[in-house]
């Protein structure tokens, strides 16, 4: 049993409820990985009650395990980018990422990414996390991304995601009027080419489902919602795409008109999930940006 008030971001703190094995509950209740395990155990990072205990050890109910998180500090080029932080607890941040701003630093891209802003938020506030992403965005997409504080809480997060229990909404606007006011894309998505980065619909493919509602029709666009059931790479574009109906903006699926938008019309704008460790019921939106809110004054 979690209790939200003894936790911190370099311990994770758990009362049993039960009669077990230090083992069964560090795998079944608290979702560590049999990997966390052996370095627990060879750092003998697991305290019960406020000792050492091997991970064979009997546990009663009541009794406090305390596992200690020591994790290096990101080692990304700290940089002040004046992020949209909107949430920040023992286990992650939630950040409303801008449009053109990459994710992770990559070659081309090796400053002014989120992981450079979220390095500087965390030495300002002298944590000593490591930066994991749960969920990344296209460069030319906005809003939320989860970044992880710890191995723990990427584990459950990622596992919560590959299991469909993180709800992911977004707002996006394509071309052309969507006749059906709700639908779903049911299509298989495939890389043809190892070195291409487009993806097409074909059976070879993983199964790829999207949900989408009209939220309003426009001049020849459309507004939608649209919700993943899963979450493959350049998922929503393709879609759109396949049905005749590519995001404005999207320069390799969609539709491009540098005069009504200079990226694609796309928006992470909704996520629920449970907390890793308190399994508290965490629910997110990021108002649409500027750009997008121009886009539809100008189609309507």
Known sequence: MFKKEEQRYDTISYTSNENSTLKEILLDKLN???RSLSKMKREQSVLVNGKFKKLSSKIEKGDLIEVKIDEDRANFIPQDLNLDIIYDDFDLIMVNKPPFMVVHPTKSHNENTIANGVTDYIIKKDEKVKIRFVNRLDMNTSGLVIIAKNAYAHHTLSMDMGEDKVEKKYITIVKGLVEKDFGTINEPIY???ED??????DERGQQSITHYKVIERLN??????VKLETGRTHQIRVHMSHIGHGIIGDELYGYVNEDLINRQALHA???????PRTKEKLKFEAEIPKDMKDLIEKLR
């Open 32 to 34: 560590f990985s049999v």
């Open 191 to 193: 890389r043809q080419e």
């Open 196 to 201: 291409s980065i487009k993806r097409v619909v």
């Open 220 to 225: 020849d666009a459309t507004v939608l919602e």
């Open 269 to 275: 704008y909704s996520l629920e999930f449970e907390q």
